[in-house]
């Protein structure tokens, strides 16, 4: 007997429920949190300029 995807999603959720549950909200948050530093990042990476493209390297 093979486990499909969303059996697999199932058993998930039901785990999650089961241990996890004072955990979540924890999880959640550091997960927020880690999105809003990827993305500054992000865009500080591309407000910044770049000197390795913009001169031609002498040889």
Request: charged share 30%; proline share 7%.
């Amino acid at each position: 007997m093979r486990l499909n995807g969303w059996e697999w999603i199932i058993i998930l959720v039901i785990v999650l429920l089961l241990w996890g549950g004072p955990k979540l909200p924890g999880l959640a948050k550091s997960l927020a949190q880690s999105m809003r530093v990827f993305k500054k990042e992000l865009k500080a990476d591309d407000t910044k300029p770049s000197d390795k493209g913009d001169k031609p390297t002498e040889n």
